[in-house]
């Protein structure tokens, strides 16, 4: 065996262990009743409209304040209760090339990593675009008001109770029928409520990659570590771009300076 041929070996046996693209499509090991439909559909109904409603007036009411923390603890408890409340929610698994199963854990950790790089480089672009840079730091004055460690665990909780609602119940709710599209134009209409372009333009290109995430692993497990990963370095890192300051300290994770 020459050299190359020893190289391409190894590389094979590399990639068995690689996960499979975000266009492959999990089969699910479990049917619904027609009973649990129902239920589900009609629970997600309601939901969506409370959720963006209290959505809505948490980023109306002014940033760091009493008001502010107990609408955005009050729209994520909304998207978990709604959630439960809607019927059985799956974990979800990557199936790599040589078809073993495993938990999703590496793949969506570099998968936000990937994301934030991404919207980091699109940031540097926005500052010099006057309407985006405004609707940013708009949303990054959330940043730059109350406790470090109130406006990482804002931040980190609703992520994770998005995920568990959009791509949990509501993806459930709208399959077998275009669910990533479905939850993705949802996500995004729901974000229109914030009045804010850089949120929605934001919201429609991430839920897009979570909503692909949960048809690759027909699970919530993967978009909820990709979204909390993509957030926390987002707030970590976007505000001092922006002339922000996480918390009016220096930025870092639980308020630790750097």
């Given at each position: 065996?020459?050299?190359?041929?020893?190289?391409?070996?190894?590389?094979?046996?590399?990639?068995?262990?690689?996960?499979?693209?975000?266009?492959?499509?999990?089969?699910?090991?479990?049917?619904?009743?027609?009973?649990?439909?129902?239920?589900?559909?009609?629970?997600?109904?309601?939901?969506?409209?409370?959720?963006?409603?209290?959505?809505?007036?948490?980023?109306?009411?002014?940033?760091?304040?009493?008001?502010?923390y107990g609408l955005t603890a009050a729209t994520a408890a909304t998207w978990v209760g709604g959630a439960v409340a809607s019927g059985p929610l799956h974990r979800g698994w990557v199936e790599l090339r040589s078809d073993r199963l495993v938990r999703p854990v590496?793949?969506?950790?570099?998968?936000?990593?990937?994301?934030?790089?991404?919207?980091?480089?699109?940031?540097?672009?926005?500052?010099?675009?006057?309407?985006?840079?405004?609707?940013?730091?708009?949303?990054?004055?959330?940043?730059?008001?109350?406790?470090?460690?109130?406006?990482?665990?804002?931040?980190?909780?609703?992520?994770?109770?998005?995920?568990?609602?959009?791509?949990?119940?509501?993806?459930?709710?709208?399959?077998?029928?275009?669910?990533?599209?479905?939850?993705?134009?949802?996500?995004?209409?729901?974000?229109?409520?914030?009045?804010?372009?850089?949120?929605?333009?934001?919201?429609?290109?991430?839920?897009?990659?979570?909503?692909?995430?949960?048809?690759?692993?027909?699970?919530?497990?993967?978009?909820?570590?990709?979204?909390?990963?993509?957030?926390?370095?987002?707030?970590?890192?976007?505000?001092?771009?922006?002339?922000?300051?996480?918390?009016?300290?220096?930025?870092?994770?639980?308020?630790?300076?750097?």
């Amino acid at each position: 065996m020459t050299r190359t041929d020893g190289l391409r070996a190894v590389a094979r046996r590399l990639t068995r262990h690689l996960p499979k693209g975000l266009g492959h499509r999990a089969v699910p090991d479990y049917v619904e009743s027609p009973a649990v439909v129902r239920r589900r559909r009609r629970v997600v109904a309601g939901t969506t409209l409370v959720g963006t409603t209290l959505l809505g007036a948490s980023l109306q009411s002014p940033p760091g304040s009493r008001r502010f923390y107990g609408l955005t603890a009050a729209t994520a408890a909304t998207w978990v209760g709604g959630a439960v409340a809607s019927g059985p929610l799956h974990r979800g698994w990557v199936e790599l090339r040589s078809d073993r199963l495993v938990r999703p854990v590496l793949t969506p950790l570099a998968t936000g990593a990937g994301a934030f790089g991404a919207f980091y480089a699109a940031a540097v672009v926005c500052r010099r675009i006057p309407l985006l840079r405004d609707a940013i730091s708009s949303v990054l004055s959330f940043a730059d008001a109350g406790r470090p460690s109130a406006v990482l665990a804002t931040t980190l909780v609703n992520g994770f109770a998005e995920e568990v609602f959009f791509r949990g119940a509501l993806y459930e709710a709208v399959a077998p029928t275009h669910p990533v599209v479905q939850s993705t134009a949802t996500y995004t209409l729901v974000t229109a409520a914030t009045r804010n372009p850089s949120l929605m333009l934001a919201g429609a290109v991430m839920s897009t990659l979570f909503g692909l995430q949960r048809r690759a692993t027909g699970g919530i497990q993967a978009p909820i570590i990709t979204h909390v990963t993509w957030s926390a370095l987002m707030l970590r890192y976007l505000p001092p771009l922006f002339g922000k300051r996480l918390g009016g300290t220096s930025v870092g994770v639980a308020g630790s300076s750097v």
